[in-house]
C-alpha cells in the first residue's frame, strides 16, 4: 500500500481535480469473486464477465479485484433510489440505550446521533418510508418522529 510521502505533487493535483470535478455517488458493494458468484448463479464465469461487461459499460457496475459495486444508476434501474429522506427522532431519555440497539439492527442507509432538539437522524429512501416508520413507532420510548422528504439537491 502506497505511503502518503510516495504520492507525487503532481498525484496530489489530479487525486484535488477528481475531487472538485467528481459528484458523490452511493454505492453498495459486493466483495466476492467473480468464481464465487458464478458459482452462486449457477453460470460459468465467463457468461457472468460478459454480463459483468455490458453492466459496466452501461454504466449500472463497477468493478476490481474482489468486489463490484452498484452505482447509483442501477440503484435507480432497481427502484432502489426513490429519493432521499431523513427522518428525525426524539427517543426517551431514560430509554436511549435500548432504542439505538433496536434502530442499529433495522436495515437503515445512516443513522446519526446528534445534539439538541432530537436524538437520532435516520437516512434512509421514499421506497422504505412506511415499513421504518412503523418499526421506529413500535420502538418503547420513542417519543416523536418527525419526517422530511428531499425535493432537490442543490
Do not use: C
Not at 474482489?66 to 429522506?85: M, N, P, Q, R
Request: positive net charge.
Amino acid at each position: 500500500m502506497a505511503k502518503e510521502r510516495d504520492v507525487t505533487p503532481r498525484q496530489i493535483k489530479l487525486l484535488r481535480k477528481f475531487y472538485e470535478e467528481g459528484r458523490t455517488i452511493e454505492v453498495h458493494t459486493v466483495e466476492k469473486t467473480q468464481d464465487e458468484l458464478a458459482k452462486e448463479l449457477g453460470i460459468t464465469r465467463q457468461a457472468l464477465s460478459n454480463h459483468l461487461k455490458a453492466l459496466k459499460e452501461l454504466g449500472y457496475i463497477r468493478t476490481g479485484r474482489g468486489f463490484i459495486d452498484l452505482t447509483e444508476k442501477a440503484l435507480t434501474l432497481l427502484g432502489e433510489k426513490k429519493g432521499d429522506v431523513f427522518v428525525f427522532v426524539k427517543i426517551d431519555p431514560t430509554k436511549r440505550k435500548t432504542v439505538y440497539e433496536r434502530i442499529r439492527e433495522l436495515r437503515i442507509r445512516r443513522i446519526y446521533r446528534v445534539t439538541g432538539d432530537i436524538d437520532l437522524i435516520i437516512e434512509t429512501d421514499k421506497s422504505r418510508l412506511d415499513e421504518i416508520l412503523e418499526e421506529i413507532a413500535s420502538l418503547d420510548g420513542v417519543r416523536e418522529t418527525i419526517t422530511h422528504i428531499v425535493l432537490e439537491v442543490i
